[in-house]
């Protein structure tokens, strides 16, 4: 059986392109559900990206469904991304790790 505490470490291996920073401390991860289905299990992550004109998202998106299909027993079509952009991301979403990361606190 996987665990959410597994995908969630996995997201924290991919890193947003610009920013250097994964994409779990940059807020861009609202949920991540596991549904078992006739002894199959799907993973749900729902996610956002800083802003609706992301260049980069389909990139991201790409990166997120690599680094949980890394999960064994897990192969792509078990991985569904949902992009939802309610409610909107803003900084204030990041983790303080990195918010001092680009600078943002002392």
């Known amino acids: 059986m996987i665990a959410r505490k597994q995908v969630w470490e996995q997201l924290k291996t991919v890193m947003d392109p610009e ?3 994964n994409i779990v401390d940059l807020g861009l991860i609202y949920n991540v559900r596991v549904k078992t289905k006739d002894k199959r299990q799907k993973i749900v992550i729902t996610m956002t990206l800083t802003t609706p004109g ?3 998202a389909s990139v991201i998106d790409r990166m997120v469904k690599e ?12 991985v569904v991304t949902e992009l939802v952009w ?3 991301w803003t900084e204030e979403m990041m983790s303080e790790e990195a918010r001092l990361q680009l600078g943002m606190l002392e």
């Open 54 to 56: 992301c260049p980069l």
């Open 86 to 88: 309610d409610p909107p």
């Open 19 to 21: 920013l250097g920073i």
């Open 67 to 78: 680094a949980v299909v890394e999960i064994p027993g897990l192969e792509e079509e078990d």
